[in-house]
């Protein structure tokens, strides 16, 4: 993968695929999702709407698989779809596509560290209630 791409490795349907956005990318998330569409399936990364993340990842799959993945076909992988781990590669090739490989520059390493513990909490919470929903 090509981090100075945006490529973000995932996995969907046993097969490593390649999200990327690019602007073309970027500009299907704003005719499909409107104004601000990056930010709308940004929050959807963590508000588990579903429908909103599987639109987001075939956009993004679209440059490396064209025509292989559409919102539909994904949602009916699922369950074997993590929906955590594919949150994160959405958010990781978002940030990729705006800021470049070395991420969201850091105007205050104080609040970027809250904010990374936060996260890290909030993904944690996430999993757990994931795990005993499945079982």
Do not use: F
């Amino acid at each position: 993968m090509n981090k100075y791409r945006g490529q973000v490795p995932i996995e969907l349907d046993g097969k490593e695929l390649i999200l990327q956005y690019d602007l073309d990318s970027l500009a299907v998330l704003n005719s499909k999702l409107g104004d601000q569409g990056h930010m709308k399936l940004m929050a959807a990364t963590s508000s588990c709407d579903v429908d909103v993340l599987a639109l987001g990842i075939s956009i993004g799959l679209e440059r490396n698989h064209p025509g292989e993945y559409s919102p539909e076909s994904i949602k009916a992988i699922s369950p074997p779809v993590v929906v955590a781990v594919m949150q994160d590669a959405v958010y990781e090739a978002l940030i990729a596509a705006w800021h470049g490989p070395g991420g969201v520059p850091d105007e205050n390493p104080q609040m970027r560290l809250k904010d990374q513990a936060i996260d890290w909490w909030t993904r944690l919470v996430r999993r757990k209630k994931l795990v005993m929903q499945q079982g």
